[in-house]
């Protein structure tokens, strides 16, 4: 039986992408859009999506679920570590004093990085810890919308 890797990693990829489209999250996949995305002002949480199965199974979930709350941030943007490289660079710039980390979620406040929670915050947990976590940081920094 042949396999053939690349369709099979579009279709992840593929898949992946529209799992945060019909979330509501802008897709940033230039410097440019990530630029224009980080100078709007108020909230933006940033979701560091990836191929591997803690995405899949925890960071998107946790993603789509966390934003049904009372405070949420004004904006939701994604970038994809490992497809939009440049993207996910620049975005990382924004996030001093944190390592790369993918999956990721990052809360910045006027473009100003102001919590993140990382990859080892993401794997093996549950989803529901991991939107629990985001919401407390939503009920923190963000505003009734």
Known sequence: MN????????DVVRTAREEMDNAG???LRTVEDVEEAFARKGTTLVMVNSVCGCA?????PAATHAV???KRPTHLVTVFAGQDKEATEKAREYFEGYPPS???????KD????????RHEIEG?????????????????????
Do not use: W
């Open 111 to 118: 473009g100003k990085i102001v919590t993140m929670v990382e």
């Open 3 to 10: 396999i053939d890797f690349n369709m099979f990693m579009n």
């Open 68 to 70: 049904h709350y009372d």
């Open 56 to 60: 899949g199974g925890i960071a998107r």
């Open 102 to 108: 993918s999956p990721s979620f990052a809360l910045l």
């Open 25 to 27: 999250y802008e897709q």
């Open 125 to 145: 947990h549950a989803p529901m810890s991991v939107i629990t976590k985001l919401q407390g940081y939503f009920e923190e920094h963000c505003e009734e919308l």
